[in-house]
């Protein structure tokens, strides 16, 4: 079989949960990839860590030329996280004619034509499947299982983070405070959650649905965004006494006249709507269009192996297509 050589920019949770997933489940991937997958260089300055995996000194290196310019390497998997160097470092690797898979949703939602025209122009592919809730395959349905379709209306819960600390509040009677604690000692939360509590994480997520859905590009800023960090728990009893439960909600939807109307804000849901039973951690997609009418995509929308399990994904479909 042939050899599928790959680059990897970064080796924190998701990056090590990547490199580990591949040597889990090395046999089911490389059979449906129908090639070897090889990780021959890896971008990292923290080489001594312990990461619970065996990396050979030899793979780390401090200088992405090395993984530039090599010309064995096939794929670049992108895994810094943050907007910048990893915008730059993905289109130069696009640029030396590398195929590049990302689970960064921060530099896919602030570069999107950036980068979607990079690829186009170097006749490779860019892959980011793992951007946009996790493991769950939303992105890949969207651009080819339902493309018949003509999109109307995304709902998504597609923050972990805020949904398990609505679901504790709402099922535990906890302060917005007391939940915000309890995920962070669970790791659900970051030492500094800003970005989760107060909707980016969720609003780049829903620029990249909307590139998808309706093939026009909104900047994550652009985008009215309001977090969770005013619901209170007399706001949650207020909800339930409506028959209702809180989510943070990304939505945008297509007008009659053609317009969009987007936001990122908690939002009221009925007890009945498959959108109110997404608990904990977990993410969904709800969307509505014109020929399958509803459908809702689930799952574990985060963590080193779900993650993983979206971005080798990604790595197998271009392998796939290399043979």
């Known amino acids: 079989m042939k050899t599928i050589k790959i680059g990897l920019l970064g080796l924190g949770n ?6 580990k997933a591949l040597e889990m489940n090395r046999d089911e991937i490389e059979g449906n990839a ?3 997958i090889e990780i021959v260089k890896i971008l990292e300055k923290d080489v001594d860590r ?3 995996i065996e990396v050979p000194a030899e793979k780390f290196t401090q200088d992405p030329d090395e993984i530039f310019n090599d010309p064995e390497i096939d794929i670049v998997i992108e895994l810094l996280g943050g907007v910048e160097p990893a915008a ?11 195929h590049v898979v990302t689970a960064n949703k921060a530099a896919v939602a602030a570069n999107y034509p950036r980068l979607t025209e990079a690829a186009a122009k170097n006749g490779i592919k860019f892959n980011y499947e793992a951007s946009v809730g996790g ?4 992105l890949t349905a969207l651009k080819d299982t339902v493309r018949a379709n003509k999109y109307t209306e995304v709902l998504g819960i597609v923050n972990g983070t805020t949904n398990y600390i609505l679901h504790m509040m709402g099922t535990q009677g906890m302060s917005y405070e007391e939940a915000l604690k309890d995920a962070q000692d669970k790791g659900f939360a970051e030492a500094d959650p800003t970005a989760d509590v107060e ?8 620029s990249i649905l909307i590139a998808l ?5 909104i900047h994550p800023k652009d985008i009215p965004t309001t977090g969770i960090t005013e619901i209170t728990k007399e706001k949650i009893d207020e909800a339930k006494s409506n028959d209702c439960v809180i989510k943070l909600i990304a939505h945008a939807t297509l007008k009659e006249d053609g317009e969009l109307d987007y936001e990122v804000r908690p939002t009221y849901i009925r007890t009945y709507h498959p959108l109110a039973g997404v608990l904990e951690e977990y993410n969904a997609v709800y969307i509505k269009a014109n020929l399958v009418g509803k459908m809702m995509f689930y799952g574990p ?3 080193p192996l779900p993650t993983a399990s979206a971005v080798l994904g990604d790595v197998m479909e271009i392998a796939r297509s290399m043979k």
């Open 50 to 52: 312990d990461r619970g």
């Open 199 to 206: 909707g980016i994480d969720a609003a780049n997520k829903l």
């Open 34 to 36: 129908g090639a070897h």
């Open 88 to 98: 730059t470092f993905m289109e130069t690797a696009m640029n030396h004619g590398k």
């Open 14 to 19: 998701i990056g090590t949960g990547t490199y």
């Open 213 to 217: 859905m309706f093939g026009k590009y």
């Open 135 to 138: 493991a769950i395959p939303i």
């Open 301 to 303: 929308g985060a963590g």
